[in-house]
């Protein structure tokens, strides 16, 4: 159930309504908008009556919701959610790119590609320290040197640091070094982490599972938001199909749908949605005109000797020109993409 307040109404009104709420078994969760304060009510199984939370002083109108994802839904926060993580924006009038390496592979590799694509425009980077590979023989990543090399370009460069967790053992190493931590498709139904990650509080980047449908990854953002974190972005990151030419198929259908059904934010990841390089600047500026509220994208100085996805990784020129050409699609629906820098060239 949504209990919707009135616009004036008092602190010790909404407070009783919360302490009626908690005495009929549920378990309530607050959003305070610009306007008005909305009540997400959770938990209770009793047959409740609308009517008779309608006549609580304060309320102005109170909703039965039959979609299971009661925090995630747009009725929870209609004005939708705004999620800021160091000097990135995302759900705001921004569109704010992702760009870094698949993999952190040393110093030198992290800081030549952070360098030049916090000069085309990026305001995050991205970049693996513990891979989750197909085979085990794969390269794994570099652990917490690689965080702390993620830290320390992020720094220098004004950007905020994304890396992907794996299991809820690595989360205290995470927070101490990255701003959003990013759950891979892999894990989007890995419930006991999405619970651990409910109880802190920092943004986390939920990619949509390569089988899963647009319920299920908000059911799997509903997990992570009853634990009382509600700063999660949603990615849209491809899907597995009978289509064999490119990696995955990016569903960018699932933008506009997720705006429909959900105030929370969501991106696009058209590097492993399509997993080759000559198909990633395309769907990223598609994602851009069907309203996506940012773009993750991978990065390499030197993709054919990447450690881990080069076939799908833009060289940097190729980056700064897809940046140009994203600022001209977001004005024309009414959004901005963050302009290029200088930096003063850094000692590796």
Do not use: W
């Not at 909305?38 to 304060?58: F, K």
């Not at 705004?82 to 790119?97: C, F, H, S, V, Y």
């Not at 509080?201 to 390569?210: A, M, N, Q, T, V």
């Amino acid at each position: 159930m949504i209990v919707v307040m009135q616009p004036e109404a008092s602190e010790a009104q909404i407070q009783s309504v919360i302490d009626h709420l908690v005495n009929l078994g549920f378990d309530i969760h607050r959003s305070t908008g610009v306007e008005r304060t909305v009540l997400g009510c959770v938990g209770a199984t009793a047959n409740i009556d609308v009517r008779d939370v309608e006549v609580l002083e304060g309320v102005a109108e109170a909703h039965r919701i039959s979609s299971p994802y009661k925090l995630a839904g747009r009725s929870f926060r209609p004005e939708g959610t705004i999620i800021k993580a160091g000097p990135l924006t995302i759900g705001g009038d921004e569109i704010p790119i992702i760009a870094g390496p698949c993999s952190i592979e040393s110093r030198e590799q992290l800081f030549a590609v952070a360098e030049q694509v916090a000069a085309a425009g990026a305001r995050g980077l991205r970049g693996g320290a513990f891979k989750p590979r197909s085979s085990p023989y794969s390269f794994q990543g570099m652990g917490e040197e690689g965080l702390k090399l993620l830290r320390e370009a992020c720094d220098h460069y004004e950007m905020a640091a994304v890396s992907e967790v794996m299991s809820e053992t690595q989360i205290p190493l995470m927070l101490q070094y990255v701003d959003i931590l990013q759950v891979g498709a892999r894990n989007m139904q890995n419930f006991n982490l999405l619970r651990e990650l409910g109880k802190i509080r920092k943004p986390i980047l939920l990619k949509r599972g390569i089988a899963a449908t647009i319920e299920e990854l908000l059911l799997s953002a509903e997990y992570i938001m009853a634990g009382g974190n509600y700063e999660v972005i949603l990615c849209e990151r491809g899907i597995r199909t009978f289509e064999t030419y490119t990696r995955n198929t990016l569903d960018l259908s699932a933008i506009p749908v997720v705006h429909k059904l959900s105030h929370l934010p969501i991106i696009a990841d058209p590097s492993h949605g399509t997993g080759r390089r000559d198909k990633v600047p395309p769907m990223a500026r598609a994602a851009v005109a069907a309203g996506g509220d940012g773009v993750i994208m991978e990065v390499h100085c030197n993709p054919e000797k990447a450690l881990s996805d080069g076939a799908q990784s833009l060289y940097p020129q190729q980056f700064t020109k897809l940046m140009e050409e994203l600022r001209l699609i977001a004005t024309a629906v009414n959004k901005r993409v963050a302009p290029a820098r200088a930096f003063a060239a850094q000692q590796r």
